[in-house]
């Protein structure tokens, strides 16, 4: 009993046991294959509609994907595709940062009208305005998909406010890229000869010319003549051959309080705008106040050429080339200060400009009834150009304008270089305020504008006896007599002489009439200036009025002492009032 019973009790439950295992294995992996047959199905049912594919493909002769054959095929199939994607990213992608891609958008037609009027129109938008390398390429596309989501949503500002500058790519990846500073720079950079027409604002649209000389502040210096090393091959570029910063409240920059210029050998020179300097004596707190609440940034080829990409003229401009290319005709009376005026009209939309523009036919029949006669076509002639002229340099759809952005290039249409040069930003030295100033005078940068209806230089007596006609314009270039350095120069010329015909003088070796008559005429000389201190009122009024100051003043010289403004230079004419037509 104890041999059968014994051993067999206790082994029946081991033997049992052992079976058990696998069985509750197999009934637990088949609850877990539940939950995947039911995957597979969602993922059969979601791509059910490519079945019919599937089936073509199998009816078209093809090896075995296990053979070598197969494989290899397999591979073309996959770099194949792999390659299309790849050709096909990269093209998306160059076509993404082009200006047909950026100007799809309506916001932008205003940067890509200008884009297409500017120098570097056969550049792309990424190259000025995507920073180089992967994580400028997100941030950019970042900042496009959010313009996008505002543009869907219609939460877009107009007018697009212009990109801060601070947040472009650094100019030495864009506009280094192209351009050379060493050759812009080299011996005080290259001289240039600026001639542009333009007509005047009478009835007569008289044209005339105006030359300028852009070029280094010491052209017929010797160098080094200015007493500082290299003062005299200085040119209009020295602000990017050192360290120049400039401090700022205004986003755009067109009012700047504070500039920094450091030098090689460790010295800093302050220049503070005497409208920010509440005790000269104890200028430090103003300093500090304006670098806490302003931005202050490194002066750059952007700081000047910030519209170099997007540069729009001017109305002034724009009707003066059209009426040179003949498009608008010079017969008509007063076509230049009308056109103008028409142009810096504010319209809600182009059928209201078109409107304003095509009264001025209505206009000419009231106060000139026989030129509509005589002249009709040339007046069609001038409404279709202001049309066309101002689809160029405006959208009211966006609020834009030809004065909408400003452009620091020059000082024409807006503040640009007088936001620093407008003999108001004063030294600092030791705390306190001195009397020397930013350099302001018209010669700094360029030889004093002439105007007139022809343009020559002066002549040569050992060639050709001198005889300058009233009509030339000379511009005169190289090194200033020493008499023409004193400051009061401008007031005692006279006593070097007593006639507006240089000729048979020492001053007609350099000037010609028209030289003397662009300031003579301008009403500047008739001011009393030893009255102004106490009666410059009426000493302004018997001159003809403050635009005779504005031949030599800008308007930060009256805010001096004058809240409101006083001077306004290049005011745009007030609009005419045009008929509209029934």
Same mark, same amino acid.
């Given at each position: 009993?104890?041999?059968?019973?014994?051993?067999?009790?206790?082994?029946?439950?081991?033997?049992? !046991?052992?079976?058990?295992?696998?069985?509750?294995?197999?009934? +637990?992996?088949?609850?877990?294959?539940?939950?995947?047959?039911?995957?597979?199905?969602?993922?059969?049912?979601?791509?059910?509609?490519?079945?019919?594919?599937? =089936?073509?493909?199998?009816?078209?002769?093809?090896?075995?994907?296990?053979?070598?054959?197969?494989?290899?095929?397999?591979?073309?199939?996959?770099?194949?595709?792999?390659?299309?994607?790849?050709?096909?990213?990269?093209?998306?992608?160059? &076509?993404?940062?082009?200006?047909?891609?950026?100007?799809?958008?309506?916001?932008?037609?205003?940067?890509?009208?200008?884009?297409?009027?500017?120098?570097?129109?056969?550049?792309?938008?990424?190259?000025?305005?995507?920073?180089?390398?992967?994580?400028?390429?997100?941030?950019?596309?970042?900042?496009?998909?959010?313009?996008?989501? $505002?543009?869907?949503?219609?939460?877009?500002?107009?007018?697009?406010?212009?990109?801060?500058?601070?947040?472009?790519?650094?100019?030495?990846?864009?506009?280094?890229?192209?351009?050379?500073?060493?050759?812009?720079?080299?011996?005080?950079?290259?001289?240039?000869?600026?001639? =542009?027409?333009? &007509?005047?604002?009478?009835?007569?649209?008289?044209?005339?010319?105006?030359?300028?000389?852009?070029?280094?502040? @010491?052209?017929?210096?010797?160098?080094?003549?200015?007493?500082?090393?290299?003062?005299?091959?200085?040119?209009?570029?020295?602000?990017?051959?050192?360290?120049?910063?400039?401090?700022?409240?205004?986003?755009?920059?067109?009012?700047?309080?504070?500039?920094?210029?450091?030098?090689?050998?460790?010295?800093?020179?302050? &220049?503070?705008?005497?409208?920010?300097? !509440?005790?000269?004596?104890?200028?430090?707190?103003?300093?500090?106040?304006?670098?806490?609440?302003?931005?202050?940034? @490194?002066?750059?080829?952007?700081?000047?050429?910030?519209?170099?990409?997007?540069?729009?003229?001017?109305?002034?401009?724009?009707?003066?080339?059209?009426?040179?290319? $003949?498009?608008?005709?010079?017969?008509?009376?007063?076509?230049? =200060?009308?056109?103008? !005026?028409?142009?810096?009209?504010?319209?809600?939309?182009?059928?209201?400009?078109?409107?304003?523009?095509?009264?001025?036919?209505?206009?000419?029949?009231?106060?000139?009834?026989?030129?509509?006669?005589?002249?009709?076509?040339?007046?069609?002639?001038?409404?279709?150009?202001?049309?066309?002229?101002?689809?160029?340099?405006?959208?009211?759809?966006?609020?834009?304008?030809?004065?909408?952005?400003?452009?620091?290039?020059?000082?024409?249409?807006?503040? @640009?270089?007088?936001?620093?040069?407008?003999?108001?930003?004063?030294?600092?030295?030791?705390?306190?305020?001195?009397?020397?100033?930013?350099?302001?005078?018209?010669?700094?940068?360029?030889?004093?504008?002439?105007?007139?209806?022809?343009?020559?230089?002066?002549?040569?007596?050992?060639?050709?006896?001198?005889?300058?006609?009233?009509? !030339?314009?000379?511009?005169?270039?190289?090194?200033?007599?020493?008499? *023409?350095?004193?400051?009061?120069?401008?007031?005692n010329h006279k006593s070097a002489t007593s006639s507006l015909k240089p000729a048979g003088t020492s001053c007609g070796t350099c000037h010609t009439p028209t030289y003397c008559a662009n300031c003579h005429n301008?009403?500047?000389?008739?001011?009393?200036?030893?009255?102004?201190?106490?009666? *410059?009122?009426?000493?302004?009024?018997?001159?003809? @009025?403050?635009?005779?100051?504005?031949?030599?003043?800008?308007?930060?010289?009256? +805010?001096?002492?004058?809240?409101?403004?006083?001077?306004?230079?290049?005011?745009?004419?007030?609009?005419?009032?045009? =008929?509209?037509?029934?």
């Amino acid at each position: 009993m104890t041999g059968s019973t014994g051993p067999t009790g206790p082994a029946e439950p081991v033997e049992s !046991a052992e079976p058990t295992e696998p069985a509750e294995s197999a009934a +637990a992996d088949a609850d877990a294959a539940v939950p995947r047959v039911r995957r597979f199905r969602r993922v059969r049912r979601l791509f059910a509609p490519l079945a019919p594919v599937g =089936r073509v493909l199998n009816k078209v002769p093809h090896p075995s994907l296990k053979s070598r054959r197969g494989m290899f095929v397999l591979f073309l199939l996959v770099g194949g595709v792999g390659a299309v994607a790849a050709v096909g990213g990269t093209m998306a992608v160059h &076509y993404s940062e082009t200006a047909g891609f950026c100007g799809r958008c309506h916001t932008m037609d205003p940067e890509l009208k200008a884009y297409a009027m500017s120098p570097p129109k056969e550049v792309t938008c990424a190259e000025c305005h995507v920073e180089p390398g992967v994580a400028g390429f997100v941030k950019a596309k970042a900042n496009g998909t959010k313009q996008l989501l $505002g543009i869907i949503t219609g939460e877009y500002p107009t007018p697009i406010p212009p990109p801060d500058h601070a947040h472009l790519p650094s100019v030495e990846d864009s506009c280094l890229e192209c351009h050379s500073l060493e050759k812009i720079t080299r011996d005080g950079g290259p001289v240039k000869l600026v001639l =542009r027409p333009r &007509y005047r604002l009478d009835a007569a649209n008289t044209r005339e010319t105006v030359a300028v000389m852009i070029r280094p502040a @010491g052209l017929g210096q010797a160098f080094g003549a200015g007493g500082d090393g290299a003062a005299g091959v200085r040119g209009v570029h020295w602000h990017v051959e050192q360290k120049v910063t400039y401090t700022s409240g205004d986003i755009r920059a067109q009012k700047i309080d504070l500039v920094e210029i450091s030098a090689e050998d460790g010295s800093t020179k302050q &220049y503070i705008a005497g409208t920010e300097v !509440a005790v000269s004596t104890n200028v430090q707190p103003d300093i500090d106040r304006l670098k806490k609440t302003q931005t202050t940034q @490194g002066m750059d080829c952007i700081s000047c050429h910030n519209r170099v990409g997007h540069a729009v003229p001017s109305p002034d401009r724009a009707v003066d080339e059209a009426m040179t290319a $003949g498009r608008i005709s010079a017969a008509l009376p007063f076509i230049k =200060r009308d056109g103008v !005026a028409l142009l810096n009209g504010d319209y809600q939309d182009l059928e209201a400009a078109d409107k304003a523009f095509t009264g001025l036919r209505a206009t000419y029949a009231a106060k000139y009834p026989l030129v509509v006669k005589a002249r009709s076509t040339e007046i069609t002639g001038a409404i279709e150009e202001l049309k066309q002229v101002y689809r160029l340099i405006a959208t009211p759809a966006m609020k834009v304008q030809a004065k909408t952005y400003p452009d620091n290039l020059g000082h024409q249409t807006s503040p @640009g270089c007088f936001r620093c040069h407008d003999g108001a930003h004063f030294l600092v030295e030791k705390g306190k305020i001195t009397s020397e100033k930013i350099p302001s005078a018209c010669a700094t940068c360029h030889t004093f504008p002439q105007i007139g209806p022809n343009v020559t230089t002066p002549v040569d007596p050992e060639i050709k006896p001198v005889s300058y006609p009233i009509t !030339a314009v000379d511009v005169p270039i190289g090194a200033k007599p020493a008499d *023409h350095k004193d400051r009061l120069y401008v007031f005692n010329h006279k006593s070097a002489t007593s006639s507006l015909k240089p000729a048979g003088t020492s001053c007609g070796t350099c000037h010609t009439p028209t030289y003397c008559a662009n300031c003579h005429n301008s009403g500047a000389v008739k001011v009393k200036h030893d009255e102004m201190l106490y009666k *410059h009122t009426k000493a302004i009024t018997v001159a003809g @009025g403050a635009q005779a100051c504005g031949y030599c003043h800008q308007p930060v010289y009256c +805010a001096k002492c004058h809240k409101e403004p006083v001077l306004q230079p290049k005011t745009p004419p007030l609009a005419i009032k045009g =008929r509209r037509v029934p």
